[in-house]
């Protein structure tokens, strides 16, 4: 191996005030790793927010908040707000910078995900066959699930990140229905 291999994932998570990015490169032993930037876009801005050696070293395993993204100036420390869910940009990189780097969408689905699991809590489930309505709320739900992980697939690993959010909007109101009180 001559050079480094850089790699960083974001796991999904349900923090919703989380946004958790790993490191996961494979290091060259005889080569420096110098001067190493985090840059982390957060969905609808176009600047990165920067992070660099001093608050990462190789192998980092980052918890960035509202706070640390720029997205909330006042209680840092003692409230933290939700992270919105959409694409992050992110690229990380070692010297040379413009050379050695790796870079990715994340298609954060964190609230998409709460409100799903909200609804199959509010589902009577018993280990049995389900009447009908339950059950057709079931294929509802998994349909629902298919269009979040074709979003991600489609942002993180095909490259399209305008169909990803499409699929992912349309997951979402397809939530909204199921979760509406006044729609039944």
Do not use: W
């Not at 018993?126 to 942002?155: G, H, S």
């Not at 499409?166 to 229905?177: D, G, N």
């Amino acid at each position: 191996m001559a050079n480094h291999v850089l790699s960083i994932e974001a796991p999904d998570t349900m923090n919703g005030c989380i946004l958790r990015i790993v490191d996961t490169s494979v290091y060259n032993p005889t080569m420096p790793i110098k001067c190493m930037l985090l840059d982390v876009t957060v969905p609808g801005f176009n600047i990165p927010v920067q992070f660099t050696e001093a608050t990462i070293l190789p192998g980092f395993n980052l918890n960035l908040t509202a706070c640390d993204l720029a997205l909330q100036t006042a209680g840092c420390g003692s409230t933290y707000n939700d992270l919105p869910d959409g694409i992050y940009i992110l690229k990380y990189s070692v010297s040379p910078n413009a050379i050695v780097y790796a870079e990715y969408n994340h298609l954060r689905i964190t609230k998409a995900n709460k409100r799903y699991q909200g609804i199959l809590c509010d589902l009577d489930i018993n280990a049995c066959d389900p009447p009908e309505r339950i059950k057709n709320k079931l294929n509802q739900l998994q349909l629902i699930r298919m269009y979040l992980d074709a979003a991600k697939a489609k942002v993180e690993f095909c490259h399209e990140p305008e169909k990803g959010m499409e699929l992912y909007r349309y997951a979402v109101r397809l939530l909204a229905k199921m979760d509406c009180s006044t729609c039944r």
